[in-house]
Structures are given as C-alpha cells and as structure tokens.
C-alpha cells in the first residue's frame, strides 16, 4: 500500500470562512478586548465558562457559536451557557442547531423571535437572518421582554432539567444500543 | 484532557477491550503522530472485543469532493488507516460532528458494512459540559437590565462581522464583549 499523501491544514484554515469571501459582509478585524464594566470577568474564564453572574442582567444571549459556514450543526459550551443560566438564546452557528436542540427536548423561542434562521443554508443569508433579528429583538420595550421571561418560567426551567438530565438519557440510549 | 464523559468512558471499557484511545488535537497538525500511534497498535489480528475510542471533537475543515463536503481531517484519518490497513470496526468515534456518518460511509465505500467505525453523537464532551460544575440557579427577572448579550472570544471572520452589526445597536440594549485571542 502507498504512503497515503495527507493533506496539510495550512491552505484549507480559512475555508470554513468562505461565507466572507464575497466582501458583501464586512468582517475585518476588530480592536478586541472589549468588555463592559457589568461583565467582570473573562467570557470564557473558569468560573464563566458554563454559568455567570451576570447573565442575572441579560434576557437573551445571542450565542456566536464556533462556526458559522459548517455543515452539521455544532453546540459547545457557548450554547449550553443561557440554557444554564435560565434564558433565552439566539444562535449564530450553523444550520439546524435550533432544530437538533429541539430534538434533544429543548425549548426555542420561535414565539418571540423568527426561528426561521436555522433553516438557511446559505452562510451570509442566515447572519443576515440572525442579526435582523437581533435588532428587532432589542427594539423591543425592556418590560415587555422581562413580562416573556416571567411568563416563559417554566421553559427556562424545563431546558436546565433537559440538558442536566441529558448525559443520563444518552447513556441509557448508548448502552441499549451497544447491546 | 479526555473530552469523553466518564460514564460513557467506564460503559465502553466495561463492554470492549479498549486498546488505544485518540483525540483528533493530538495528531490534527501533524499526521506522522497519529501514523506512529496506529503502527504501535498494528496487529495480525484483533480480538473480537478490541476497540480504539477516537476522540473527534474540534472543528475540522471542509472542502468539495465529488460535491459531497468532507473534512480534511477525516480524510487524512482513514488515509492513515487504510495505508496501514487497519480495521475500521475497531473505531469508536466519540464526536460532536451531528451527522459524520454520512461522510465516514463515503470515506469507507469500499469497505465491508461490518467494518465500519461505531459513532457516538454528543455535545456533552467534558471541554463543553461538566455537570458537577453547574449549580441551580433560581430564576430571577428581578435585575434584567439589557435586551441581550453578544460575547466573542477567538477571533473569527463570522465574529468580526457579527461585532461590526450589533455594535450599531444602542449599548442600552445590548452588552458586547470580545477578547483578544487570535487564530
């Protein structure tokens, strides 16, 4: 058998970024780090990294999740975050994540928001998606929100049980299948 | 550090003979570390229980082939396997990847339906979810003062755009936040 001829990474490291190569979205660099006073610590720290003190001062989290121009949907700990603290999200990532969380038992927030974004396929069509929504959702009257999230309760609570209870659920599903 | 929860850790050595155990950042740069690994696992011949979890939980990186899209990583994986010929049934691959069996099936058209990788869908890797470190919460609207919150952390192109949309959204509505790391 011939050495099997590996492909490099190097040439290919942008390629999940192809959805800017048009220069219809700008995505230059930005200056980071940019961090309000009420966020105290790293996004990403020990202690932030699956729940923070200060989502108490956030509806929802628009989640950026690790890629966007993917073809399966991907959930990291970014997902997980709001679910964990008890709030709403909205996703830029890939198609479908909504749809696979909905699968796993989770609620989504299509009452509130136009979840319609998850199924575009096309990369720069759902950003677009995502940030239209995003505006029209801070547009919205404060109490208004905050009247959804009291009126929602039970769903928060539902989406915290679902993904603590998640692990054992899939076990349980691992060992029947291994059987 | 094992990105696969103990429990389904302690399940798969509890019904295989677990030989070797890979994850994808260890070799993903440099594939000559992965074909030594799988030469010290090269045998004759396998027992019926033997098995290599393979840890595959990071991004790969994607391109066209016959307008199917496979990751490179992927391809080089079982280019390395094949080149050495060894048993793909031996894999479990333990991922994040929702849907990688439809590549893995074209990776290895040309091998036996018995020999093929079982597959572990899951984004409840130990990097994404530790379940003894969250705690819960009670629920309080009490101290909701913005709409939303954007935060950023790696640099990435999808970021920056993201960054230049919302920045344009009243700072009353939205928290933004972003950190320095770069690719």
């Given at each position: 058998m011939p050495i099997f001829n590996v492909l490099s990474l190097d040439p290919f490291i942008r390629v999940n970024d192809a959805f800017v190569m048009d220069h219809s979205i700008d995505a230059r660099p930005i200056e980071f780090p940019i961090r309000p006073s009420i966020i105290d610590s790293e996004p990403n720290s020990k202690e932030t990294r699956y729940q923070a003190d200060f989502y108490q001062y956030i509806a929802c989290d628009l989640v950026v999740e690790t890629v966007l121009d993917y073809p399966y949907p991907y959930i990291s700990e970014k997902t997980l975050r709001p679910i964990l603290c008890k709030r709403m999200f909205l996703i830029l990532g890939p198609v479908g994540v909504l749809s696979l969380l909905r699968n796993k038992g989770f609620y989504t927030f299509n009452d509130i928001i136009?979840?319609?974004?998850?199924?575009?396929?096309d990369p720069s069509d759902r950003f677009r998606a995502v940030i239209s929504e995003a505006e029209k959702f801070c547009s919205r009257p404060l109490q208004e929100i905050v009247q959804y999230l009291e009126h929602s309760h039970s769903k928060f609570e539902h989406n915290f049980y679902t993904l603590t209870n998640l692990q054992e659920l899939e076990l349980l599903d691992l060992e029947k299948s291994l059987k | 550090m094992k990105e696969i929860s103990t429990k389904v850790s302690d399940l798969l050595n509890k019904k295989y003979h677990i030989i070797s155990h890979w994850n994808f950042l260890e070799f993903d740069q440099d594939f000559s570390i992965l074909r030594e690994r799988a030469r010290g696992i090269k045998k004759d011949h396998y027992d019926l229980k033997d098995r290599i979890i393979v840890e595959h939980m990071d991004t790969d990186y994607y391109v066209k082939i016959n307008d199917f899209q496979i990751g490179i990583n992927l391809r080089n994986f079982f280019g390395v396997m094949a080149e050495l010929d060894i048993p793909h049934h031996l894999f479990i691959f333990y991922t994040n990847?929702?849907?990688i069996k439809k590549e893995i099936d074209l990776l290895c058209e040309n091998r036996h339906p018995n020999d093929r990788p079982t597959i572990i869908e899951t984004f409840l890797s130990r990097l994404h979810y530790k379940q003894e470190s969250v705690q819960n919460i009670d629920f309080n609207v009490d101290s909701v003062k913005f709409n939303m919150l954007c935060m950023m952390h790696l640099t990435r192109s999808h970021r920056n755009a993201a960054y230049r949309e919302l920045d344009k959204i009243d700072r009353s509505k939205i928290l933004l936040s972003g950190t320095n790391a770069n690719f």
């Open positions: 136009d979840e319609s974004y998850d199924n575009i396929s | 990847h929702f849907g």
